[in-house]
């Protein structure tokens, strides 16, 4: 599951943004990339108008946060879509949020899956070509797992990537994501969060909910949004990250 890493002195930073929940003006303050929800998940027009305006003013990066159409699960519960249909689901979604940000001045510069389909993609051989095939066609890089399906595919296609490392999520000694259902899926304390951050952008090196530190190729590191706390952390992060002495700007 895992790449050999690349230690570097250089990290971007991304947040979840327009999804309705937490603070995004602050965090819009302290990243570097914003993944914009493009209304399947989360978000209205006007509130992800506002944000990709809000992003452009703070010099961020937009990213397209792509879901299943799941509104009432928040894109947390697996659709099992076929392979035309996820296609147009996600050039759909690019195609909304590339016009809202147009219109203030702004560039969709990537696309993130969110939430169950992240995951999913993750192993899911189907809908990861379906995913790799849209953005693609939309002419993106993706953001996604070290490791995963869709980095494979997408390499194979050619298709430039953002390999992502979380901040505030645990890890399974496999180098996944520890499901959101059961212990140790969430990091609550800002130093603890910190320290993984400079680890992973000094060494890069995770570790895993059972000690096993894993080598981790990271070029973004995620700081949710609408995890309690999350510009505490992002707060705590940025100054670690400054004191040791690593760039924070997008890769």
Known sequence: MNDVASPSRTIDLNA???????????????????????????GTPTLLHRTCRNAVEADVRIGAQVSYPDLPGFGRRFMDVTHDDLVADVLYQVGALRALAESVGGTVEYVK???????????????????????????????????????????????????????????????????????????????????????????????????TVLDVAADSVCLHGDTPGAVEHARHVRAALAGADVVVRAR
């Open 113 to 211: 899956p969110h939430g169950a389909l992240y995951n999913t993609i993750v192993h899911h051989t189907a809908q990861a070509r379906a995913v790799v095939d849209a953005v693609a066609a939309a002419g993106l890089p993706l953001m996604c797992l070290p490791g995963s399906e869709a980095q494979r595919l997408a390499r194979d296609a050619g298709l430039p990537v953002i390999l992502e490392a979380f901040a505030d999520r645990g890890y399974t000694p496999q180098g996944t994501l520890v499901p959101r259902s059961e212990p140790g899926a969430l990091l609550t304390d800002p130093s603890r969060v910190a320290e993984r951050v400079v680890r992973l952008a000094q060494s890069g090196q995770i570790v895993a909910v059972d000690g």
């Open 16 to 42: 979840d943004l327009g999804e309705g929940v937490g603070d995004d003006a602050a965090m819009l303050a302290l990243v570097t990339s914003a993944n914009i929800a493009c209304g399947f998940h989360a």
